[in-house]
């Protein structure tokens, strides 16, 4: 036997073995879908379901703008192409009416569909994994109680070869694991719930985890992360300096996933929106339980990417104090003190002062409300600069709030807001 | 005689100084008042209270539209009917019940309009005409009913949601009807100024917003009460509206 057989019969064997270790991870999961009771439809179940559906926000996803509830067809954009989310209403050939509850479970714990493909991990499997089987049934009745509609999906617009079931088998080799909550026998109750919802249902790090070149991350992770495709920074859950709550009161955190405004901070963007459509449904309890699990979370004083704050403000923080005084301090106020209940404070505000600027330009150049909720049902707003200032005016405006009252941080560049505008450009069409 | 005139310059002191410092409260800020004024600061940025231009187009006049036809294309933007990103953003997170106040505000602002702008190159007399002939009469030869059909028979709108025609730049409406063709704009099922639309030539729709846009403003430009009753010459346009909360504003 010559080197070069050897050395072949060798590769052979390790891609057999490599081959069944991706089927054994990704296709041996034991679940026999075929076998299943129908969808339960006593009205405790249902309502269950669907209150679990609304705080992990399965609709924001599964409804296209202006579409049918639970449809499916909105358009997701990831670094690798665009995905089309699923049809999650009971309708037979477009939908889950021929699922049965095991298929179901079999989707959110196994990340894999009906007819036994690999799911797109936009999906995110890698949270629902962790709920558990009597929650995934809620589920399945309460999406199963919904009316049919017929709706096609495009197919997903994936550049090659990220859609395909064998780029699939090997990101879940890296990066999915299925299984239940992680037992930590010292937490409270309460902190367990919290963690479950936290890390499961609401699936949080979805956004708030740095994902890497491959769109994977430690789904535990909620050090923050810039979210793909969006333009918006999720801000770290554990860093101090960012959005951490270690030192919030209970009830401020509470105030906020449920009013989408608390004392000590607003949720904007994409966060405003998770609380419109998810958090502010959170039961009183549930809050507490959330709340309890985020300050357990030990904190995490990630390196500031930040430069330490240049010792005398520039020419251009100068210049935006005066546009300030114009077009911000109205609400804002003079020494960016706010006004309680209506606008949030600028001086000492973590959102201002975040290293990562992305989300300030949003803000500065987009405008927006906040969430109109059932404890603040009438938001105020912010009014977009975006065709009233031009970039310079926007730099000078935001690294005056960043180095004025007592912040910290460094300026924002004309570039920054260029590169902001260019990037948001098709967002004006 | 001085004596008289003595206390003439304390006295102007007093004055000029109360007129300072009246001059300087006023050009301060408006102080925070916790009312829809406040909550919609961020919709006149660009909207004005009158509606006006903007660098990358025209924004419409909110004040004194009807609530109904403000809610709808509130909705409209919110639910992907209409088109503009920052339009869309502002309204993403917001409720209909949030919406319709925000339309019942704006609905009851009154502000007078400006005279029409001259139009750079008047247009000819003849498209003129016709303008006005499709403006009021229509034309049942080509299925096009009058605007007055459904704007009302001044044009200042009807209540409860269809909109005033008069007061709007000539740009904003041609741009409206050219996206009603193209179909960025859209309106609830059955759409019907998008089927108006698509029977109404280029040549027509210039010429009625040619018309449209030199008209002048009525003093009294609030909406009708009701659509005008249907001339029995005209075709029937049967219009679609999203379920208003808490029943037709």
Redesign the interface.
Known sequence: MTVLRRALLALAVLTLVGAAALWHLNFNDGVDVSASAPPGTDAATVQRGAYLARVGNCLACHTARGGVAAAGGRAIATPFGTVYTSNLTPDADTGIGHWSAAAFWRALHHGRSADGRLLNPVFPYTHTTLLTRADSDALFAYFSSLPPQRQHVAAHELRWPYGTQAALAVWRALYFRPGGLAADAAASDSVKRGAYLVQGVAHCSACHARRDALGGADWRDLSGGPIPGLGWYAPSLVAPHEAGVGDWPDAEIARLLQSGASRLGVASGPMAEVVFQGTQYLTAADLADVAAYLKALPPHDAPRTALPAPPARTRLATAGEKLYGQKCAACHGEQGEGVPGAYPPLAGNRAVTLSHTQNLLQVMLHGGFGPATATRPRPFGMPPFILELNDAEIASVLSHIRTAWGNRAPEVSPLDVLQMRQASSTGLR | MPWLDAWRAPVRLLVCGVLWLLGAAGAG??P?Q?DMA??????I??HGEQGRA???GYYPRLAGKPAGYLYHQLINF????R????MT???????D??LM?IARHFAGLQAPYPPPAPPASPPPADVLARGRTLAQQGDAGRRLPACAQCHGQRLTGALPDVPGLLGLPQDYLMAQLGGWRTGQRRAHAPDCMASVVQRLSDRDAYAVVSWLALQPVPADASPAPERPARRADTIDLACGAPLTPRGRP
């Open positions: 800020a408006a925070f916790d406040q909550r919609t600061l961020a919709c940025a660009c903007g660098p990358d919110r639910d992907g009917r088109h503009y990103g920052l953003r502002m309204v993403d997170v917001l409720n019940d949030y106040e």
